[in-house]
């Protein structure tokens, strides 16, 4: 019996050893996993000009967004049963947060929203994200400048 225990605190060390020694490597891999990432050049470029991905448009109210100005979005998503849509995004150029916001279905079948993006140190800041139903999604980027 105290063999076994002596044994069994033995491979605990060693566990928490080998988990220790690797944690970053180990770290490293689930986030790059369960990292959703998103290149420009496969994006849907947000500006006052529909764009087109997979049947789905998409139009902003501007070209380009200022932060702390609120902005309107209009996607035109065919045939889908639902209520709202999620854009959620990401700063490409530096970490500024998720910001999510939702959009809600008109009596034209189309969702519209506004978008408020946070302000940044930079003068100039590209975002890269979603626009989702919950199963289905297109990849989105778009700019603002202060």
Same mark, same amino acid.
């Given at each position: 019996?105290?063999?076994? @225990?002596?044994?069994?605190?033995?491979? %605990?060390?060693?566990?928490?050893?080998?988990?220790?020694?690797?944690?970053?490597?180990?770290?490293?891999?689930?986030?790059?996993? =369960? %990292?959703?990432?998103?290149?420009?050049?496969?994006?849907?470029?947000?500006?006052?000009?529909?764009?087109?991905?997979?049947?789905?448009?998409?139009?902003?109210?501007?070209?380009?967004?200022?932060?702390?100005?609120? =902005?309107?979005?209009?996607?035109?998503?065919?045939?889908?049963?639902?209520?709202?849509?999620?854009?959620?995004?990401?700063?490409?150029?530096?970490?500024?947060?998720?910001?999510?916001?939702?959009? =809600?279905?008109?009596?034209?079948?189309?969702?519209?929203?506004?978008?408020?993006?946070?302000?940044?140190?930079?003068? =100039?800041?590209?975002?890269?994200?979603?626009?989702?139903?919950?199963?289905?999604?297109? @990849?989105?980027?778009?700019?603002?400048?202060?």
């Amino acid at each position: 019996m105290n063999i076994a @225990s002596s044994a069994m605190k033995v491979i %605990a060390v060693l566990l928490l050893f080998g988990v220790g020694f690797f944690f970053t490597d180990i770290k490293d891999a689930l986030i790059s996993y =369960s %990292a959703q990432t998103v290149q420009i050049e496969e994006t849907c470029k947000l500006s006052s000009l529909p764009c087109t991905k997979n049947g789905i448009d998409i139009e902003l109210e501007k070209d380009v967004l200022t932060p702390l100005k609120p =902005s309107s979005i209009t996607v035109n998503w065919p045939n889908l049963n639902t209520d709202n849509l999620i854009v959620s995004l990401k700063g490409h150029e530096m970490e500024m947060g998720n910001p999510i916001f939702k959009l =809600s279905k008109n009596e034209n079948h189309q969702f519209n929203g506004t978008i408020l993006l946070p302000i940044c140190t930079q003068n =100039s800041m590209t975002w890269v994200g979603t626009i989702s139903d919950g199963t289905t999604s297109v @990849s989105i980027s778009l700019k603002a400048v202060q």
